[in-house]
């Protein structure tokens, strides 16, 4: 039941979402993990759909938010396999939005049994940096492993600190990814994780800055959405 004002300009349109949180595991029953709920990639893919878009969303942990109709869904646990995944369907996609909140870290090694208590205490854990998928996305297109008309699209959490503003901090994420559209949450005071509605900025490659007013996330999904069809429109999609 789509709702009348909602465009159906999406039609034959490749769209492929992450959503969700990545565990990073440490051993065979613990993992490192975030609060992402997955419902800002969710609400996205349900928007996709309706405007008519083929849409697979790669969804790591996420708080349930119900399997939207109409999209295919691939499970995935941790960072790398998120990496695997959204590398491989970004070679088919006309449409890529990175909406996961990867790790940023992982456990250097993998104890392949329970690690113990001990009379010593626990040993710390050591971490490494997980690969960066979106920056990922961006150089394989300039490589040409992913076509150079596919639209990429990047989130970011940020609450600014003593060096810059939500906006100065989006500002130079987007420098920093490369990617084609950012989209800046300002997060903290219960903001975003787990909540119904999102504020921010859609930041464009090409300098345009539009304030995404205080809405739910699915007004938010269909405020990206409609810049993203620009931008398939600019590439003669
Ligand atoms: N991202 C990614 N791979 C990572 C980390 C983040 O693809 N290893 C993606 C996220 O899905 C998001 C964007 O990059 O679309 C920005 O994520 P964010 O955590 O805000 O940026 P980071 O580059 O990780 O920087 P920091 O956390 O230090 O702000
Ligand atoms: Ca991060």
Redesign the pocket.
Known sequence: ERPDALPYDLAGVRVVI?AGGTREPLDPVRYLGNHSSGKQGFALARAAAQRGATVTVVAGSTADPGDPAGVDIVRVSN?QHL?DEMTKRAAEADVVI???????FRPIAFAESKIKKTDSGPAPIELTT???????LVTGREAGRIPADTVIV?????TGDETGGVLD?GRA?LR??GCDLLVVNAVGEGKAFGTEDNTGWLLSAAGTETALPLGSKTLMSSRILDEVRELLTDGDN
């Open positions: 992450s960072a990496a990175m909406a996961a909140a990867v790790a940023d997980n690969p960066d998928i979106l920056r990922g990047g989130f970011a959490a940020e901090h994420k920093r990814k």
